[in-house]
């Protein structure tokens, strides 16, 4: 099946640090989201991408939705300690069936106060 | 709203049991989906709905039944369950337009099979 290949792994920096994760797919997407989750709880959604080239922020978080449709990229500015967590992406896929959103493995953030 | 719910939040089973796990939204949502997330794994979708009596399978639906009798709920069935279904699933909504696909998650269930 489609995957999503996502980078970092895991990620340790200090409180003020600017942060880039990205998600790259084999395949076309149709839409991208990024979410959050934090420890014993559901992911939460970030920011919703559905147009190729888009960029859009959600307070210190800034996403695009890359030109050739197979990649995504968020960005965190001025990281605070309450920015950990895991940071997933999703897309949804061209064929498949665009109701089967496919994630990513999750980048995993440590900010150090 | 209370968004989407989900009982029981943690529940230890042995081989061979079964069980339901409850997954209910308030959003009027059509679209509902069910996870499974084991480390390392990320969220894989095992079953997932359309609309009320409408269900299809997902990445890994082996093990696992559903079926959605009305909008709200959305119950996920372990018939017999198996050590590799230990894991901590996750049941979401969402409008399922054709422009909006911003799934909304329960707070999950922690299943432990032993």
């Known amino acids: 099946g489609q995957q999503l290949n996502q980078s970092p792994q895991s990620m340790f920096i200090q409180e003020g640090e600017d942060v880039s994760m990205n998600c790259t797919s084999s395949s076309i997407f149709n839409t991208w989201l990024w979410y959050k989750q934090e420890p014993g709880e559901g992911p939460v959604l970030l920011i919703a991408l559905y147009k190729a080239g888009e960029l859009t922020s959600n307070g210190r978080l800034t996403a695009q939705f890359g030109i050739t449709r197979k990649d995504s990229f968020l960005n965190i500015s001025a990281s605070i300690p309450s920015d950990v967590g895991i940071y997933f992406c999703a897309g949804s896929p061209t064929q498949g069936g665009s109701e089967k959103l496919v994630f990513g493995k999750g980048t995993k953030l440590t900010v150090n106060p | 709203n209370a968004g989407v719910t989900q009982t029981p939040k943690f529940q230890v089973l042995k081989t061979g049991q079964s069980m339901t796990l409850q997954c209910a939204q308030d959003m009027n949502h059509e679209y509902m989906s069910w996870y499974r997330q084991d480390p390392g794994m990320g969220l894989r979708l095992i079953h997932y709905s359309v609309g009320a009596g409408i269900t299809d399978q997902g990445e890994v639906p082996n093990g696992y039944n559903v079926s959605r009798s009305t909008t709200e709920d959305f119950p996920l069935r372990l018939l017999s369950a198996a050590p590799s279904q230990t894991s901590v699933y996750f049941c979401?909504?969402?409008?399922?337009?054709?422009?909006?696909?911003?799934?909304?998650f329960g707070p999950g269930t922690r299943l432990t099979v032993t």
């Open positions: 979401a909504s969402s409008k399922g337009t054709a422009i909006s696909y911003e799934q909304y």
